[in-house]
C-alpha cells in the first residue's frame, strides 16, 4: 500500500512552516517545498524530533515552469501519493504596477496562480481517491481590488474563486477545499513585497500559528473558507455596504 503524504508548499517559514507543525502534529507525514534546503532541513529535524514520521524534502523554485513536475517525480520515488496539498507559496510587490519591474510582476502570475493551479489540477486524482483535500492560502486580499499592490490582489482573487469552485467540483468525489484568507500576518512576505505594517493594519493581525491551527481545522470541517480573526471577519461583510 502506497504511503499518503501532506505536501506543503512555502513550508520555509511563516504560515507554512505552522502548517507543517499543525499537520505533523496530527499524525500526517508531511513533504516540505521550498527553495531554501537549509531551512527545510531545519524544520524537518524539528518535526522529526517531535516524533512525527520521517518529512520528505523537496528543494526547488515553484516559479519554474518544471517544478511541478519534478515535485511529481520526487514524491514518486519516495513511494507516496498526495492525500492533502497545501498551496501556501506566493508573494506580491508593493507599488504601482506600471512602476514595477514587469518580469518580477509576472513570477507573482507564475507562483501565486499557474503553480498553484497546476498542483492542484496535478494531484485531484489521488486527493480524490484517497478522500483528502486541498488547502489554498488566499489572502483578505482576494475580496477587493488593491491598487499599490494590483497583481498580488488580483492573484488573490482568482485563488479565492478557483476554490470556490473546486469545493463544489471536488465535493462530489469527497474531497475538502478550502481556502483560508488571512490579512496582514508578521511573516517574511511584508519584507520581499516592501510593505511595513501600520497601525492600521493591526487589527487585522493575527499570528502565524493561529492563522494555521484556524486553516487546519476549518479544511478539516470542509469549510470553504476560513476567516482568521474578528478583525477579519468584518471585511467582506463591511464591503457589503462600502465601496470596494
Not at 13 to 38: K, M, T
Request: hydrophobic share 50%.
Amino acid at each position: 500500500m502506497t504511503e499518503r503524504v501532506t505536501l506543503i508548499t512555502g513550508a520555509s517559514a511563516g504560515i507554512g512552516a505552522e502548517l507543517a507543525r499543525i499537520f505533523a502534529a496530527n499524525s500526517h507525514r508531511v513533504a516540505l517545498v521550498a527553495r531554501r534546503v537549509d531551512r527545510l532541513e531545519t524544520l524537518a529535524a524539528e518535526l522529526k524530533a517531535k516524533g512525527a514520521a520521517e518529512p520528505i524534502i523537496i528543494n526547488c523554485d515553484l516559479a519554474e515552469r518544471d517544478a511541478p513536475s519534478r515535485i511529481e517525480a520526487a514524491l514518486a520515488a519516495a513511494g507516496v501519493e498526495v492525500e492533502y496539498l497545501v498551496n501556501n507559496a506566493g508573494y506580491g510587490l508593493f507599488g504601482c504596477a506600471a512602476d514595477l519591474d514587469r518580469e518580477d510582476q509576472l513570477g507573482i502570475v507564475d507562483l501565486n496562480v499557474r503553480a498553484l493551479t497546476d498542483l492542484s489540477l496535478r494531484f485531484a486524482d489521488s486527493i480524490a481517491r484517497l478522500r483528502g483535500g486541498i488547502l489554498n492560502i488566499a489572502s483578505i486580499a482576494s475580496f477587493l481590488p488593491g491598487p499599490g499592490m494590483a497583481v498580488y490582489y488580483a492573484s488573490k482573487a482568482y485563488v479565492l474563486s478557483l476554490t470556490e469552485a473546486l469545493h463544489h467540483e471536488l465535493g462530489k468525489k469527497g474531497v475538502r477545499v478550502t481556502a483560508v484568507c488571512p490579512g496582514p500576518v508578521m511573516t517574511e512576505f511584508q519584507a520581499r513585497a516592501g510593505f511595513e505594517l501600520g497601525a492600521d493594519s493591526a487589527i487585522l493581525n493575527v499570528p502565524p500559528a493561529e492563522v494555521a491551527r484556524q486553516a487546519y481545522h476549518g479544511l478539516m470541517n470542509n469549510k470553504t473558507v476560513v476567516l482568521p480573526g474578528l478583525g477579519i471577519k468584518i471585511v467582506p461583510f463591511l464591503l457589503r455596504f462600502f465601496p470596494r
